[in-house]
């Protein structure tokens, strides 16, 4: 005997009304996608029920894959077996020693087929009792099992679950719109852009680049972070900005302590542009509200003045260490923390302006002409798409 489904739970996507089919249709295309490197498992929905059918496959890496799925609650291993006292007995005898950690179990049954003969609660004792004469070393626990067995007999079959993996919830990514994620290669903004698709957002990506102050290596870090978070997703298209001369003639023609708040401001112009472009409706960054000089209110303020695209901010209350936490965990930190400088850390005024003021920033910025500056920019962008997962540069170089 082994176990030959995954029983997928979804919690939010359930509350979602009349977009409900939406949203399972999309959450089984997504699982879809994923497991499409093994050939013989398939993803079947019914009566409100998401399985994964192995076929015979391990279930080892299968699980490890639907644990990385957003829009999943929780997952757990399954046997279906007929509507037969004898078969449900074995199996879940079978799940209870496929367990190494459990001390103490529980047998639930959930009689759903009022055809079937025995009721719910006699099950249980049967189920139970089986266990215990043919096992030595378990308890039966009812209020806090280690392992509650539930048994679920339905018209079609009985399924047998094991213990319950949690996953990432979350919705199910390509359910909400599309979002420009401004990637800078720092700690910060991969994580946004993570916890901007688990919310069901589609991404893109947007990196200034200002060679030759900035490296190829630097780009090659922000296309490699992208790359970390189509794990999540699907395929990501990377919009690369030529900054050089934007940036130059910030610097020559405006009032230092102002560079940095003008610069962001032709950032945030910059990708309105490209929000158009490709019709996409939101823009996400890495800000966390105090962290710096940029990300003050008064800053925000007068950066965000210059476009009326909504702006999703994942990060805004969140204390560095927990941002540093999710980086490890989604396996960008490493590639966050490689040194190559980006463009805002090359052009840093020595003060910037901590609370810039509107009239002034409006002033400067009249008095030079950005607009052909800021064309040029959308009009040199590189754009590389990068398909669903694969490895890193840095994970091919490890390979050598
Ligand atoms: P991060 O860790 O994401 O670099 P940060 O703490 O360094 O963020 P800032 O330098 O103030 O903060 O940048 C704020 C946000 O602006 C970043 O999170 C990112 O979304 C965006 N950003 C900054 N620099 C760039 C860049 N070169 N290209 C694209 N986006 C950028
Ligand atoms: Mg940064």
New binding site residues.
Partial sequence: MQFDHILIRYGEIALKGKNRKKFFLKLQENVQQKLQTFPDVKVKRTQGRMFVLLNGQDPEPIMNTCKNIFGIQSISLAIKVQNDVEEIKDATLFALKNDNHAKTFKVSVKRIDKNFPVRSQDMNQLLGGHLLTNTTDYKVNVHQPDLEIKVEIRTEATYITSSVVPGLGGLPVGTADKSL?????????PV?GYLAMKRGVQLEA????SPPFTSERAKQKVLDLAQKLTYYGSKIKVHVVP?TKLQQHIFREMPEEYAMTIM?RM?LRISEGVCKNESILSMT????LG??A??TMESMNVINEVTNYPILRPLIAMDKEDIIKISKDINTYDI?IRPYE???TIFVPKSPKTKPKKDKVNYFESRADFSELIEEAIQGIEVVELSAYRKTSEEFDDLF
């Fill in positions: 994620v401004l990637l800078s290669g720092g700690i910060d903004s946004a947007i990196h200034f680049h900054f962001r950032m960054t890495g800000e966390s962290q710096v940029s990300q966050s980006d463009c805002c």
